[in-house]
């Protein structure tokens, strides 16, 4: 359900309300490009940072602007019985699947994230990617957590950082989850500066923050890996570099939100206080990479 380029747009802000119209923009420039999908509410969505009723309200958009392209929705949230309404209302909303970390103030014990999944699961009959995010959560999944949580009803895909090294590396790093998730269960990988060696090396999806900003770029890197492309894909990947590089540097969100500051896609300051996005030179930077990407 969720293979190819999944998107994963900003959730912009103006004079710190939610603006639905810059959010509708993102998410119809996703789906016109030919995004696989589009995730709403995970980490470059700042679902944190939203009252539960912007949240529906961004799941409601998005699944009116994306027409027949998919969304997934995020639902994490520090208790289980915050999360399970979430997903309730997320369903309501109609979210084809939702997208979930676990999130936590204190840290949380591999039983407790267990737990948390099984409550979800067993609550509500939505299609759940499990999305390990060690950088915001704390969470790094062990190989039994792995296993225990994929084996869970409802659960279609896993979205976890891709493993640094090139392709020889990502190879492994899909191989083994692979090993460790039933058949059914997709592999994906995050972090765009990785996740295009794990699409080369296999993997069914890229979870992508910069098809949120810049799908054209993100849908056509894509198929040049399927294709076997090297050359369109060496020379994209060059130009995309110093911006992904940034990426991984400074967070997606903040470079998400500097671009579509920059290209009038988004009214700025778009971020909730107190996150604040890059500076000029920053910006610059990254508004010079893709468009370099996109004169290839």
């Given at each position: 359900?969720?293979a ?5 747009p900003?959730t912009?802000v103006?004079?710190?309300?939610l603006?639905e119209d810059?959010?509708g923009l993102?998410v119809?420039r ?8 589009v995730?709403v509410l ?14 529906r309200r961004v799941v409601?958009r998005?699944?009116?602007?994306a027409?027949d392209?998919p969304?997934?929705?995020?639902v994490?949230?520090l ?7 979430l997903?309730?209302?997320?369903a309501?909303?109609g979210a ?5 970390a676990?999130?936590s103030?204190h840290?949380?014990?591999?039983a407790?994230v267990l737990g948390?999944?099984e409550?979800?699961t067993s ?6 990617v ?13 190989d039994?957590?792995?296993?225990d949580?994929a084996a ?5 895909a896993?979205?976890?950082p891709g493993a640094p090294g ?6 492994d790093?899909v191989a083994?989850l692979?090993?460790?998730v039933p058949?059914?269960?997709g592999v994906?990988a995050?972090?765009?500066?990785v996740?295009?060696?794990a699409?080369?090396?296999g993997?069914?999806t890229?979870?992508?923050v ?8 993100a ?5 040049a890996?399927?294709e076997?492309?090297?050359?369109l894909?060496t020379?994209?990947?060059d130009a995309?570099?110093?911006?992904l590089?940034?990426?991984t540097?400074r ?14 896609l ?7 206080r107190?996150?604040?996005?890059l ?5 610059a930077?990254a ?5 370099a990407?996109?004169?290839?």
């Amino acid at each position: 359900m969720f293979a190819g380029v999944s998107a994963f747009p900003l959730t912009p802000v103006r004079d710190e309300e939610l603006d639905e119209d810059a959010l509708g923009l993102l998410v119809a420039r996703a789906a016109e490009a030919g995004v696989d999908s589009v995730g709403v509410l995970g980490s470059t969505g700042n679902a944190p940072y939203l009252s539960v009723d912007e949240r529906r309200r961004v799941v409601e958009r998005a699944v009116l602007e994306a027409g027949d392209v998919p969304v997934l929705a995020g639902v994490g949230a520090l208790r289980s019985t915050d999360v399970v309404a979430l997903a309730l209302d997320a369903a309501d909303a109609g979210a084809a699947g939702m997208l979930l970390a676990p999130v936590s103030y204190h840290p949380l014990t591999e039983a407790e994230v267990l737990g948390l999944y099984e409550d979800v699961t067993s609550a509500v009959p939505l299609p759940l990617v499990v999305y390990e995010n060690p950088r915001t959560t704390g969470v790094t999944f062990s190989d039994e957590l792995w296993r225990d949580v994929a084996a869970l009803p409802h659960v279609v895909a896993v979205k976890s950082p891709g493993a640094p090294g090139g392709v020889g590396a990502a190879r492994d790093r899909v191989a083994h989850l692979r090993s460790l998730v039933p058949t059914h269960v997709g592999v994906g990988a995050s972090g765009d500066a990785v996740a295009v060696a794990a699409l080369a090396a296999g993997a069914d999806t890229w979870w992508s923050v910069l098809a949120g900003v810049a799908p054209g770029v993100a849908v056509r890197l894509a198929r040049a890996v399927r294709e076997r492309d090297d050359a369109l894909v060496t020379a994209l990947a060059d130009a995309l570099g110093p911006a992904l590089d940034l990426v991984t540097r400074r967070g997606g969100v903040r470079v998400a939100a500097a671009l579509a500051e920059h290209r009038g896609l988004v009214d700025g300051p778009c971020l909730p206080r107190p996150l604040r996005g890059l500076d000029g030179a920053e910006t610059a930077t990254a508004d010079a990479a893709l468009a370099a990407a996109e004169r290839l």
